[in-house]
């Protein structure tokens, strides 16, 4: 248990209405807890991480709407009072304006770190994403690119959003080469995994769980660290199925495990962390351990990034599959405003879903 | 550099306009006392209308004691469902995304005066009081604010997405500034069919911003289409004062070859002058831009207390000397068309009927789950729900 709550976070009580906090036993039991660093939400964590990014590179700078006042979730407060308004910015409502001139400044060798409000807002800036920002070292033959680029969005289910702040838009992120996509699943997480994006030579579009903005509270070090991209992580180790997931999602799949292990069925959980260029190699070693393979996102099961995942790994390990590979995702339907958990993949439908491709 | 202004202390006067203006009214020359429909009523809006590319239309407006009764009903009508609204969210009946219109009442009941059903109004996610005006009912509204069955988008769409067809209300969009070009495809279809209608395409000051509003502007006037852009300018997009996000918040120029007029939005009125003017000019000559200089009370949501970014000062000044529902209250009692006391029983009748329409709406049923996979295709074709096993279409999950 005690690396389950590195890996998520304490979840606050609060949460067992909507989602079962998965580790509610544990939680109080400080003592498992790393020794170093102190205990912050998500949002304090990507805060963490943009203070140092803007602190160690004098060339970084922070934009979007209302940023300046610490932004709806609270990720840039107290960033415009450190490093003034010439660094940390509010735009205004014009999102195709704030990643076309993302993609300006960082074409000048700054690194420009956008927010989109919620990731449903980013739509009107999908032109500047995938046809300015993705292809910009491509077509001028590495003479000019935005890889100090860093768009940073809150995605996915929170509860009560309804159809526009809710929506988890990453596979059409992940159809575009040129960009990476990356979505982490915990405070300790998101603080290295948005220093690497930031850091990196491309750009990156950045999804945040906003349900585990308040809600994932872990040790989270102080210091300045960076967590590899394109790394897949091995969170939990099993050998009957391997379960695929990232962000929030994660943490519902872990409850799935939990509940399976008491049926006898070990279950193997891999946080993919960068979903382009992903890490197939981890997937494909743990399919071939196991035999069996679950796939979990919020977003539409048609088209999902959960399709690339299983089309890759049916590929590669064709002969050692002994059941057809899952896929436990949203529903084909807009995101819906009434019975969202109907919607959602929940716990259960997961549970269902790994006995039954054990038992096939 | 615009990002390092400072608010200027004028910006609360630049809000507040002394309702003394409305009072200098002239007499009506028929007697007081005999409210009939024939009986005129002539005053002047709160403020002269400031013009872009047109000549303003007339500060001077005619009215009725019947019509000018009807403004109070209405505005306090709306009035009172937005704080129901809050109280219901606060007890979480109301769950989600919600955005108040209280404050901004006389922008949707001047608009409603001066236009038909015939014509079209579009608008973004702060859409009750619009539905109202449209003639939907405070059942519906309630109702789909809880996302029942009865609701007008049958409880699927909540606060955002109110729409009402017969009322010609294309609704209640989420992405700031879409519903705009929308507008102008509205205008399109109604100027091809000839039959002298308009839509009224409604934005805010920080919608103002986005590069669709431009797109809109430039095809209305490229093909003269009777659209009316609406910019409800209540001075803040979430926490931001228009003079941080727009160079130029002079919204109704901003469509520099597209004409504009100011209006007082905080005057029903003035807002009906304007619409009249608008519709007439749009039929003639194509787009015009209204900026309703107008305001909200409530925070920008339910999550935002609406006092961080702006001071309380501010709010009750615009309270005190601009509130649309007290500056017809000031007019009917300046008329002597009803007493005070006759007022304030008007006002609890509203509120009765606000409170039964919400105990009726807490009877609508929860949409059935079913209705989460329609409405997706004409058919439903595509939508699949896979049980666990993946072979099953599934409605209704456990
Ligand atoms: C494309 C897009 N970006 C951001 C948002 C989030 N958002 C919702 S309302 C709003 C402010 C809009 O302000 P304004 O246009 O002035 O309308 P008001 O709320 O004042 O009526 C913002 C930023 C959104 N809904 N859509
Ligand atoms: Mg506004």
Redesign the pocket.
């Known amino acids: 248990m005690a690396s389950s709550l590195r890996r998520y976070g304490r979840r606050a009580v609060s949460m067992c209405r909507t989602r079962k906090p998965a580790f509610s036993t544990s939680c109080d039991d400080t003592s498992l807890l790393p020794q170093s660093g102190t205990s912050i939400n998500l949002f304090s964590a990507i805060n963490q991480a943009l203070h140092i990014a803007l602190e160690t590179d004098s060339r970084a700078y922070v934009f979007g709407?209302d940023v300046s006042f610490g932004g709806v979730f609270r990720c840039t407060t107290g960033l415009a009072d450190r490093f003034g308004k010439h660094r940390v910015f509010n735009t205004p409502?014009c999102?195709q304006g704030i990643v076309g001139f993302g993609v300006g400044l960082a074409a000048m060798g700054n690194r420009a770190i956008a927010e989109i409000?919620?990731a449903d807002?980013i739509y009107?800036a999908f032109d500047q994403i995938v046809n300015e920002a993705a292809k910009f070292r491509y077509r001028s033959g590495n003479q000019f690119n935005c890889g100090g680029l860093t768009i940073r969005a809150p995605y996915g289910a929170v509860g009560h959003g309804g159809h526009?702040h809710s929506q988890s838009p990453e596979a059409f992120f992940c159809h575009v080469p040129g960009i990476k996509v990356v979505i982490p699943r915990s405070p300790q997480q998101a603080k290295g995994l948005l220093l690497s994006c930031i850091r990196d030579s491309n750009p990156i579009v950045f999804f945040e769980p906003k349900w585990l903005y308040r809600l994932a509270v872990e040790e989270v070090p102080e210091h300045d660290y960076m967590l590899p991209l394109s790394e897949a992580e091995v969170i939990r180790e099993g050998s009957d199925i391997t379960l695929v997931g990232w962000g929030a999602q994660l943490s519902i799949m872990e409850e799935a495990c939990l509940d399976a292990e008491k049926d006898g069925i070990s279950c193997e959980l891999i946080d993919l962390k960068t979903l382009i260029p992903w890490d197939k190699e981890t997937v494909e070693a743990s399919v071939r351990k196991t035999g069996r393979l679950l796939i979990s996102h919020e977003a539409p099961v048609t088209g999902g990034f959960g399709a690339e995942i299983s089309a890759s790994i049916v590929e590669r390990c064709f002969l050692r599959l002994e059941a057809p590979v899952a896929r436990i995702c949203g529903l084909d339907t807009p995101f819906p405003l009434v019975f969202e958990t109907f919607y959602l993949p929940t716990k259960n439908k997961i549970l269902d879903a790994i006995k039954s491709t054990v038992n096939y | 550099m615009a990002l390092s202004r400072i608010a200027s202390s004028s910006s609360r006067s630049h809000l507040i306009k002394p309702l003394t203006t409305a009072l200098s009214l002239r007499r009506p020359i028929s007697s007081l006392s005999s409210t009939d429909d024939t009986t005129t009523l002539t005053f002047e809006t709160s403020v002269p209308f400031t013009s872009h590319r047109c000549d303003p239309p007339s500060r001077t407006v005619e009215t009725t004691p019947k019509e000018l009764l009807s403004f109070f009903r209405d505005m306090a009508l709306m009035r009172r469902m937005e704080i129901a609204a809050d109280s219901l969210y606060k007890a979480k009946l109301i769950r989600g995304f919600c955005?108040l219109y209280d404050g901004q009442e006389a922008v949707a009941v001047g608009m409603e005066a001066a236009i038909t059903k015939k014509d079209c109004i579009i608008t973004?996610?702060?859409d009750h009081c619009i539905f109202l005006g449209r003639g939907g009912t405070l059942l519906e509204a309630f109702a789909e604010l809880m996302g029942r069955k009865g609701g007008c988008s049958k409880g699927k769409g909540g606060s955002m997405h109110f729409y009402k067809k017969e009322g010609g209300f294309y609704g209640g969009h989420?992405?700031?500034?879409a519903q705009v070009p929308l507008g102008c495809g509205l205008a399109f279809a109604q100027k091809y069919s000839k039959d002298e209608n308009v839509t009224f395409a409604l934005?805010?000051?920080?919608?103002?911003n986005?590069g669709q509003l431009f797109e809109a502007l430039n095809m209305a006037a490229l093909w003269d289409l009777p659209a009316i852009f609406v910019c409800?300018n209540?001075h803040?997009?979430?926490g931001t004062a228009e003079w941080r996000a727009a160079k130029s918040p002079a919204y109704y120029k901003r469509g520099d070859y597209v004409p504009g007029l100011k209006v007082d939005g905080m005057d029903a009125f003035a807002v009906k002058q304007a619409c009249k003017f608008a519709k007439e000019h749009a039929l003639k000559n194509g787009p015009i831009i209204l900026e309703m200089d107008t305001y909200?009370y409530h925070g920008?949501s339910m999550s935002d207390p609406g006092s961080t970014y702006r001071s309380r000062d501010e709010i009750s000044g615009v309270r005190q000397e601009r509130d649309p529902v007290e500056r017809i209250r000031k007019l009917i009692l300046s008329h002597e068309l009803a007493t005070e006391k006759e007022l304030k029983d008007f006002e609890k009748e509203v509120r009765k009927e606000v409170d039964e329409a919400i105990a009726k709406a807490k009877e609508s049923p929860m949409p059935d789950p079913s209705e989460l996979f329609t409405n997706v295709y004409v058919k439903g074709f595509g939508v699949e729900a896979y049980g666990a096993d993946r072979k099953e279409v599934r409605a209704v999950l456990p």
Do not use: K, T
């Open positions: 709407e409502l999102e409000q919620f807002y009107p526009y | 955005h973004a996610y702060r989420g992405i700031v500034g934005y805010g000051d920080g919608a103002a986005q409800e209540n803040y997009g979430m909200r920008h």
